[in-house]
């Protein structure tokens, strides 16, 4: 895989204010824009659109700058020269630009001509300026800083761990397949060799995460709050739901989907004459067919997903191919190569780039279609004209992305040409969106008790974990294999990385599995109002963009019964089929 530089993509939107040649990795070039900026004297409506408009162009510049770093670390861990790179922005131009971009947001702020903008078209923009202003301290910022570099040590530790099996060195990704096999003893020798690996780091790892939770403890103290997770909800900007919302959903997925999972897990340990289900036993296929193998490389992989996009609408191929043709596809598991997958966009140049870890399971097509839609809704929104506008917030951004798995399934005979295989697949898919949303509500459960129960001990923490886990969780057995389940959270990179970040899901999925009625319903009609969503970018309210899709914004339990009901219907469907 070539390095990503910024002279490998197409960039069709040219600069007005910078030049083409700016460094943006050198704080003697960035610091004298950033005073430009400042010093520039503002003498009409007019002036401040412009002082805007430049102002864009440099966030995008430096976002886009960030982001290729970001990418060349995730794929290279390995590599102290690209570490060093990624580590110098963050340290040499995110952090001593952090206090001036505040005071260029204050200088917006207090502009006499701002009153004369539309308020119409800015008042969201407004809405977040007046929140950042409120929040920032100047002391934070070295603190976010490490957090930061704290972060870049979660990925590298992650992706450290190999492990050896059947004569050859794995990453813990790879180690993945072998949980499909319908050989037991396999699963269980493949399952026990990764958890012991894991076990191995289990130290760093809490060393770690004590490390991030006392500097976001002092964040929050810093800013005036009283817990780090009401300081989170006002820096995510969740004007439409609150904590106790999520708490209420908590709830939901305890009374209503953990049954339905349960029901699930019993059909399961029934099918493999089983007494009782153990962790190994949880991914493979429970009528004993050999794992589902959708791909040998990953330009099969590639190709496949490009026809299903280019089936559920012929411009999604042709994103998707854009994509392939420029590199934009960082793919396969590797050693050295940072854990899981997202998609990033390159700010300046508005096009999108996927990374994943593909192995060539069934869970990697979904992964990949997943992050396709990510890249769908960058490519939907870069026409967007003002660039604050142009991302949704995270709880649409996942619907984009959730949306576009479930409308995917009536084209997977590109990979499965025997309708049984497809069937299998929608069966796991369908069954892991059930079994995701009480996993998402003990993520989110455990933040919120370690955030307001900051001078816990560990062992408090694993107790609070396992608690939950029983609350929330499924009917595998643990016996002999305790510390495994109360470590179990150290794989979730959300909780070091970006905390709070993941109840989104849950909020995603309801809203995906609504888009996916409307396209059952209507497939041209679901598309378009898809598309319709996707376009809209950030320019609306989080309810006034679930409405432009079609969809309700609507997490409660009145929401989650029917549609749980509507995926229930549709496992019997494709049973049948299988």
């Known amino acids: 895989m070539a390095l990503l530089t910024a002279q490998s993509i197409p960039h069709n939107y040219p600069r007005r204010y910078l030049s083409a040649q700016t460094n943006l990795g050198d704080w003697a070039v960035v610091e004298p824009i950033l005073n430009d900026l400042q010093n520039r004297n503002i003498q009409s409506k007019a002036d401040l659109e412009k002082w805007i408009e430049n102002l864009n162009e440099l966030e995008q510049a430096l976002g886009e700058e960030g982001s290729i770093r970001y990418v ?116 269980e020798e493949a399952w026990k060799l990764t958890s012991e690996r894991r076990l191995q780091d289990k130290d760093k790892f809490e060393d770690l995460f004590d490390a991030m939770l006392k500097i976001r403890v002092q964040i929050a103290k810093n800013a005036g709050f009283d817990n780090y997770r009401d300081y989170m909800f006002r820096r995510k900007e969740r004007f439409d739901y609150s904590a106790k919302d999520c708490e209420a959903f908590h709830d939901s997925a305890e009374k209503t989907i953990k049954p339905l999972v349960h029901a699930m897990q019993k059909k399961r340990m029934k099918l493999m004459g089983l007494s009782e289900l153990k962790p190994w036993d ?147 898919h369908l069954e892991g969106v059930i079994t995701l949303l009480p996993w998402i509500a003990t993520i989110d459960a455990f933040q919120h008790w370690i955030y307001t129960h900051p001078h816990h001990t560990r062992q408090e923490r694993f107790d609070y974990w396992v608690s939950l886990r029983k609350r929330l969780g499924g009917l595998e057995d643990w016996t002999g294999f305790e510390d495994v389940r109360a470590s179990l959270w150290h794989r979730q990179l959300h909780i070091f990385e970006v905390p709070f970040y993941y109840i989104e899901y849950a909020i995603a999925q309801l809203g995906a599995l609504q888009v996916w009625k409307n396209f059952r319903k209507n497939k041209a009609e679901g598309v378009r109002l898809y598309k319709q969503g996707l376009a809209v970018g950030g320019s609306k309210t989080l309810p006034e963009i679930f409405e432009s899709a079609g969809i309700h914004f609507d997490f409660s339990l009145k929401m989650i019964q029917p549609l749980m009901d509507e995926v229930a219907k549709e496992l019997e469907q494709q049973e049948k089929a299988s």
């Open 282 to 428: 949880m991914s493979v296929d429970p009528t004993g067919l050999a794992p589902l193998k959708p791909f040998e490389n990953v330009e099969k992989l590639i190709s496949g997903c490009e026809s299903i996009l280019g089936q559920v609408d012929p411009e999604f191929g042709q994103n998707f191919k854009q994509m392939k043709d420029l590199g934009l596809l960082d793919l396969e598991s590797r050693k050295g190569k940072a854990p899981g997958g997202y998609q990033t966009d390159l700010e300046e140049a508005r096009i999108p780039f996927i990374f994943a870890n593909s192995v060539g399971m069934d869970h990697d097509v979904r992964t990949l279609l997943h992050e396709g839609g990510h890249a769908m809704h960058s490519f939907a929104w870069k026409n967007v004209p003002f660039y604050p506008y142009r991302h949704a917030p995270m709880e649409f951004c996942e619907v984009a992305s959730m949306s576009m798995e479930l409308m995917a399934d009536p084209y997977l005979s590109v990979f499965y040409p025997n309708p049984k295989d497809s069937a299998r697949s929608i069966i796991q």
């Open 72 to 187: 060349r670390m995730t794929c290279n861990t390995d590599n102290p020269q690209i570490e060093k790179d990624y580590l110098d922005f963050l340290e040499k131009i995110g952090e001593p630009s952090k206090p001036l971009f505040f005071a260029l947001m204050k200088k917006y702020w207090e502009s006499p001509y701002r009153k004369q903008l539309n308020e119409k078209d800015f008042f969201l923009y407004d809405r977040s300026v007046e929140n950042q202003l409120s929040l920032y301290r100047e002391e934070n910022i070295p603190l976010e800083t490490e957090l930061e570099k704290l972060s870049q040590q979660y990925q590298k530790l992650s992706g450290s761990m190999m492990v050896q099996y059947e004569g050859k060195e794995q990453t813990l990704q790879q180690m993945g397949r072998y949980l499909e096999s319908t050989d037991r003893k396999k699963r």
